[in-house]
């Protein structure tokens, strides 16, 4: 099997009833893309070792393949161990974005802010996720992790935040 087969068939959606934008704009039937792997641990009904996975400005759920070599049993990240949630954020195609609603020039402004914002709605929604284990984020991912962690400071037990250096500029 393919990579992009692999990604496709772990491929998931949900569909908030609504989101509110910290501008006070609301859109109704707020689709989601994200996909999981590793395996959940629970306290009752309470997923306790979820890492949630923040992809960068051109990425989407799929961007979680950066973290794969470092998936394997008794690595960093062993799937065994922890339960990991990647989700395209607010913004990019697969979610709620300008093209997937057809609003295009239309679409409410948003910042980091609300993207983070639309992650905790959707993991809460979804998961019934009120704290996680951690949140690892690449890039644009980075900020939405450190924005995270200052909105919800209780909300993550370490943050990840990363960047990419391209040649030999600091």
């Known amino acids: 099997?393919?990579?992009?087969?692999?990604?496709?068939?772990?491929?998931?959606?949900?569909?908030?009833d609504s989101f509110r934008f910290s501008n006070g704009d609301v859109l109704n039937d707020v689709n989601v893309e994200y996909m999981t792997f590793g395996t959940p641990k629970y306290d009752g009904d309470i997923i306790t070792?979820?890492?949630?996975?923040?992809?960068?400005?051109?990425?989407?759920?799929?961007?979680?393949?950066?973290?794969?070599?470092?998936?394997?049993?008794?690595?960093?990240?062993?799937?065994?161990?922890?339960?990991?949630?990647?989700i395209s954020s607010l913004g990019s195609p697969g979610s709620c974005s300008p093209s997937s609603t057809g609003l295009k020039n239309k679409f409410p402004k948003y910042s980091i802010e609300d993207v983070v914002n639309f992650q905790m709605q959707f993991l809460k929604e979804k998961f019934n996720?009120?704290?996680?284990?951690?949140?690892?984020?690449?890039?644009?991912?980075?900020?939405?992790?450190?924005?995270?962690?200052?909105?919800?400071?209780?909300?993550?037990d370490f943050i990840m935040p990363g960047v990419r250096r391209k040649g030999n500029c600091l």
Do not use: Q, W
């Open 1 to 16: 099997m393919c990579e992009d087969e692999y990604f496709e068939e772990k491929r998931e959606t949900y569909t908030m």
């Open 49 to 86: 070792n979820a890492i949630i996975y923040c992809h960068g400005s051109l990425g989407n759920f799929t961007s979680a393949k950066k973290i794969f070599p470092l998936m394997y049993e008794n690595a960093p990240f062993d799937e065994n161990k922890y339960f990991f949630i990647s």
């Open 129 to 156: 996720l009120g704290h996680v284990l951690g949140i690892i984020g690449n890039s644009m991912g980075g900020f939405v992790a450190l924005t995270a962690a200052v909105l919800y400071p209780d909300f993550a």
